[in-house]
């Protein structure tokens, strides 16, 4: 190896909220187009809901954005008139690394795919490695804006309020991993930012409708509007039948994904509450404000079911709760000790683990709550969309 040294001095590092839309707009700003992540969010037609359930899979997904792969790069420079693009792939560890510096040897910083299991960052500051008890997930994105062979230090923008760095060979490892779901396998994406002047108008309204058809007409009944009333149902039938252990680890991380997790809380719907705010400063339409105003109750209505899940009458998974949610400020504010306040946060969950798997046999009776504030915010969304769906 080399003792190549190369630092993208007028890179500003950012926090965010997602770490896919964060990445983006960061790239978009170094490129000279300032815009944030609310609007990225809606202009890419972003907001969706997805439930999914494998046999391979631990537990249940539920999330709450629109797309896979790279849509959420790739739809919002669509409609803006940029263009996001992966670059050739390669099954080389080698090569993915030569990719890397040529790209970062041109004054540009990148956006890689990783798995989150190989990011010691995110984790407290005893956790293995890989830390297999979190889990795989290769759809992670953040900004390398530099390199030091010599110092052997990868620079890393992530979502967080500091930046983070990697060992040359942790961002390979992260970089290259091949375990599923949404495995990284050395991808990179090329971004070229919008050189024309926007009708944010017509992108705005182009972008709703887009969106609109996504979320009223899902191509399966996984996504969307009936995409919750699936995921009613599962509650009802499937999650009854799962043994404690997998009950609970459900809970957390159906809680995890809502609350935190990169969604800026109720599900992405945050998010989207402020892209509507933002689109109001270029489109007036009762319409758009009555859906704003209904779309802030469905964010509540989604901050309800985070606390059906892991409900404050059992006091185990209470615990659990805040140690979600208490975690998620700690590494998002990065502060000099982070890590070892994750370790002592972690701590309290082990705790009270076997308390909680004891408490979730009981949770039968709390399921019928749970569907009710499903059925409620997709009640709300409904609303919401027969709204946003007349603005023309």
Known sequence: MSNEKLIIENFTHMNGINCQLSSLRKLLVFQGFKVSEPMLMGVGAGLGFIYWDMKLMPTPFVGGLNGKGINLFETPLRNLGGKAELMKKTTSRKISYEQTKKVLRSGKPLIPFVDIAYLPFFYRDDATYPNEAAGHFGGHTFVVYGLDEQEDIIYISDRFCKTNSLTIDQFMDAHGSQYTPFAAKNQKLSIIAPEKEINWEKVIRQAIRENGDSMLNPPITNLGLK????????????????????????????????????????????????????????????????????????????????????????????????????????????????QKQLRNIDNQWLEIKDEAIKEVKSFETFVPKLQRAIRNAHEIETKAWFLLDHIH
């Open 227 to 338: 995409g919750m009333l699936k995921f009613e149902k599962m509650v009802g039938t499937t999650w009854r039948k799962f043994p404690p252990d997998k009950l609970l680890n459900t809970l957390f991380s159906t809680f995890l994904f809502n609350a935190s997790g990169g969604s800026g809380g109720a599900l992405c719907r945050n998010l989207y509450v402020e892209f509507l705010e933002e689109a109001q400063g270029y489109i007036e339409d009762e319409n758009l404000i009555k859906a704003t105003e209904i779309y802030r109750g469905a964010a509540e209505a989604w901050n309800q079911v985070a606390l059906c899940l892991l409900p404050e009458e059992l006091p185990a998974l209470q615990v659990v709760r805040s140690t979600i949610v208490e975690s998620n400020i700690v590494q998002e504010q990065a502060k000099e000790d982070y």
